[in-house]
């Protein structure tokens, strides 16, 4: 059977926004491709729903949220990302509605992207493993925002703090899904995305009791070869792209 092969993700841009739900969302989904971009002069801003407060069953969420900001940040530099925003949305119980749809358009506005990045938004990864509720609501409100903020009679509210319309988005590509459609060589931005995803230390060694670094390299590495055996042989990263 042939595998059909990914296309190359579009060059002719200048400013990219990353909308996620939670820090290290980026991290585990396409920080190879932001450092690729940030590489070539491209700018790239971050906008979080939450601060990952409530990720870390050990850790209160008033003490939590700080320390998880500090790492996405730290993370965020390494692949050349120095704007980092966070909507203040609750970790875990993020609801999809016109005030997230607001919020992520007027991050939209502010920033002017031509290209927008999310993560999936479908019900689960691959068929497999059920999705979050977080990663669906912020996935869905980002596709959306996206036409919201081109269209001033949409949150007039916007246009009255300042915030003019933006329908310069011309793709929302989404992380992360299992019916991609394009990628991006990850060989020179993979070695920058294993030390991005291993700032966010406390989160991790939480989760697993690998070495930080054995299973981040795994990881990364892992999913970037498998994506590349559909392009061209080349670790790279997948996005399903939607056009505008």
């Known amino acids: 059977m042939t595998t059909t092969q990914l296309q190359p993700m579009p060059d002719d841009w200048r400013r990219a926004l990353a909308v996620v739900a939670h820090p ?62 966070f909507l203040d949305h609750k970790d875990g119980v993020i609801e999809y509605g016109t005030a997230l749809r607001r919020d992520i358009a007027a991050a939209i506005r502010r920033h002017r992207p031509e290209l927008v990045i999310t993560l999936n938004h479908r019900d689960t990864w691959g068929g ?6 977080d990663h669906v609501a912020v996935g869905r409100a980002t596709l959306d925002a996206a036409g919201d903020a081109g269209n001033r009679w949409i949150f007039p509210d916007l246009t009255e703090q300042g915030l003019q319309p933006w329908d310069g988005v011309r793709w929302v590509a989404v992380a992360g899904s299992s019916t991609p459609t394009h990628a991006v060589d990850a060989t020179s931005g993979l070695e920058r995305a294993v030390h991005s995803l291993l700032e966010h230390r406390t989160y991790i060694e939480a989760l697993t ?36």
Do not use: K, M
Request: net charge negative; with cysteine.
């Open 209 to 244: 009791d690998e070495d930080p670094e054995t299973y981040v390299r795994g990881f990364l590495t892992q999913h970037a070869e498998a994506t590349g055996e559909r392009f061209g042989g080349r670790p790279a990263v997948a996005f399903e792209l939607f056009g505008r």
């Open 24 to 85: 290290d969302d980026l991290e585990y989904g396409c920080s190879a491709a932001i450092a690729a971009w940030t590489d070539g002069g491209r700018e790239v801003a971050y906008v979080l729903a939450t601060r990952g407060e409530a990720g870390i069953d050990t850790l209160e969420p008033e003490r939590c949220g700080p320390l998880r900001e500090r790492e996405q940040r730290a993370s965020a530099a390494v692949v050349g990302v120095s704007a980092v925003e």
């Open 128 to 133: 497999v493993a059920w999705n979050t509720p």
